[in-house]
């Protein structure tokens, strides 16, 4: 029972490099989602989809895209990474509002460092 | 727009005291409240929520009421124990499944 999976746990960058993090579920939701944690700043999502295929921007875009290629999936990437990435980032995913007792079901987090 | 607004921490507490962490909110329409959980290196998990005025969420141990007079959702347990140490984030979804969290509180329960 995988639940969420996020790859990679940590990771350091240099300026301008650029990478992918991976996200996996196997709970068959269709809803995933991208957040970045900062200290004393909660949560901000990113980006989010509500189905394959589909992508949307959420309250900090900029600098990052995503993809949802396979629904299981939700890819997202620093095309030129920069020191204000610096974050942990989290991956969540549900099956719909979770007004219909449906939460959001989240990663153990990916660690990123850009120097 | 949508806001969240938490007690600040650290919180530190001896075991068995009373806890309270206050949460208020901002939002348009009629959002549905939760609280998640984060243990050091995990992500979050869901703690309780609760869906319309009055409701009250409950799990272990802990509770919330859903206060729309006074926008409010404050966290309540009778009894901490340093197992309950953790960073609590208040949130707020309203439609779209987008949440709104709060900057998180930072509980230390000693022993």
């Known amino acids: 029972n995988a639940g969420v999976t996020q790859t990679p746990k940590f990771r350091v960058l240099k300026t301008g490099q650029s990478m992918t993090l991976l996200c996996a579920q196997d709970?068959?939701?269709?809803?995933m989602y991208w957040y970045r944690q900062d200290p004393g700043m909660g949560l901000r999502l990113i980006h989010y989809s509500v189905g394959e295929g589909t992508t949307a921007k959420g309250e900090v875009p900029d600098g990052y895209n995503v993809s949802r290629l396979k629904k299981q999936n939700f890819l997202l990437g620093l095309e030129s990474a920069a020191p204000s990435q610096t974050s942990v980032y989290f991956c969540?995913?549900?099956?719909?509002?979770?007004?219909?007792?449906?939460?959001?079901?989240f990663g153990d987090g990916t660690r990123l460092s850009i120097l | 727009g949508n806001s969240v607004t938490q007690m600040e921490g650290p919180v530190t507490l001896s075991e068995e005291a009373f806890l309270t962490i206050n949460c208020t909110y901002t939002?348009?329409?009629?959002?549905?409240l939760f609280w998640y959980v984060q243990y050091p290196g995990e992500g979050l998990q869901l703690l309780l929520k609760a869906t319309k005025a009055d409701d009250k969420g409950s799990n272990k141990g802990f509770e919330a009421t859903y206060r729309k007079e006074t926008t409010s959702f404050h966290l309540e347990k009778g009894s901490v124990q340093v197992s309950d140490s953790a960073v609590y984030f208040c949130?707020?979804?309203?439609?779209?499944?987008?949440?709104?969290f709060g900057e998180g509180t930072q509980l230390t329960v000693n022993p």
């Open positions: 709970m068959n939701h269709e809803y």
């Open positions: 949130a707020l979804e309203t439609s779209g499944s987008r949440l709104t």
């Open positions: 969540a995913s549900s099956y719909s509002s979770g007004r219909y007792n449906q939460p959001q079901h």
């Open positions: 939002a348009t329409g009629y959002p549905s």
